[in-house]
């Protein structure tokens, strides 16, 4: 085989693998960048600045001294973090529960149900049994996965802090789209929702400080998170978020991802104290210590937001942690 011919073979296989990965970021499973009257509100945002959002303190993704390249290395000479093999769980039965219950039942990692003052509220719901664009990584441990989408009764409000996989998973929100009612979002995360068959009507989706008001009652504060976004290779095109979620008798602090920061202490001041403050405190890693809090911290948060009580979440279904096992 002269050099010629197996340049163009070589050249047809790159093309070939260049044009299969483009069509397959193409499927819906990835959703939609904001666009049109979206991208143009989004613009006009004091949070979005030179093409992409943008965090209130500078937030490198790496700590200081790792490269993406070392990340790599570590990863691929370390092996697999030692994973459960089989996660105790107690399921409960959503669609029995008394209107007049206030109850919140984790399921896992981010994902969880409330049932405050009779309205039903989902966050972060991933129920496909991994949390990755394709079936076969980032797999629930065994026993952690019990609910699934048949489980869910009707919701009132789902909550999407960011788009990351493992708090928007698009099979779990297609088999979901019949119960809900209204979706709350930071700007952009709504293109996701419109692209998989959503009516826009019902996506409510904003900016840090702003304020939706739901039924009489339940107002949802959009607040901020030290994070970013992205479901694929461009990132930081929709807002992520926290929330100050206020209901008749209780105000729930919905904390989505991200790092310990100040802006934990203007929350507690502008939205608290709050009876429940749901934070990160798994799956972190040193290396990521600006996007995502590291032990101690959340506590420090809970201070800051003048909370009675946390949930911790972030843990306990799935492992995303490079070194997660050395770190713990």
């Known amino acids: ?21 483009a069509i397959f970021m193409n499927t819906p499973r ?20 030179n093409g992409q959002f943008q965090n209130l303190s500078e937030t490198p993704m790496l700590a200081e001294g790792v490269s993406y390249w070392s990340v790599l290395k570590e990863f691929l000479n370390s092996g697999q973090p030692k994973e459960p093999q089989n996660i105790p769980t107690k399921k409960t039965d959503l669609k029995s529960l008394s209107a007049s219950e206030n109850v919140i039942i984790w399921m896992g990692h981010s994902s969880y149900f409330m049932q405050l003052d009779g309205k039903k509220i989902l966050v972060d719901p991933v129920m496909s049994g991994n949390a990755s664009p394709v079936s076969f990584t980032t ?17 009132d409000y789902l909550f999407i802090t960011h788009d990351h996989w493992d708090h928007l998973d698009y099979k779990t929100i297609l088999e979901l789209k019949p119960k809900i009612k209204t979706v709350i979002c930071g700007l952009g995360v709504g ?11 019902i996506v409510m989706e904003e900016d840090w400080y702003k304020t939706l008001y739901l039924d009489e009652g339940f107002v949802a504060h959009v607040t901020p998170a030290r994070h970013f976004s992205g479901r694929g290779f461009k990132r930081n095109q929709t807002l992520w978020a926290s929330f100050a979620f206020f209901t008749p008798s209780s105000k729930i602090f919905i904390g989505g991802d991200g790092g310990y920061d100040t802006h934990f202490t203007e929350i507690g001041e502008k939205y608290g104290p709050f009876d429940l403050a749901v934070l990160e405190n798994g799956q972190y890693d040193k290396k990521w210590k600006y996007i995502h809090t590291m032990p101690g911290e959340p506590m420090k948060a809970a201070s800051d937001l003048k909370t009675k009580t946390v949930l911790p979440v972030h843990s306990g279904k799935f492992t995303l942690g490079i070194m997660i096992g050395t770190n713990h």
Do not use: C
């Open 139 to 155: 797999k629930a441990y065994k026993g952690s996965d019990v609910y699934t989408t048949e489980d869910i009764p009707d919701i």
């Open 191 to 201: 293109a996701h929702f419109e692209r998989w068959g959503f009516d826009s009507s």
């Open 30 to 49: 990835f959703g939609k960048h904001p666009s049109g009257k979206r991208l143009s509100r989004i613009e006009q945002s004091p949070n979005y600045k």
């Open 1 to 21: 085989m002269n050099l010629k011919k197996t340049m163009i073979i070589s050249l047809s296989i790159i093309a070939s693998i260049v044009l299969g990965v």
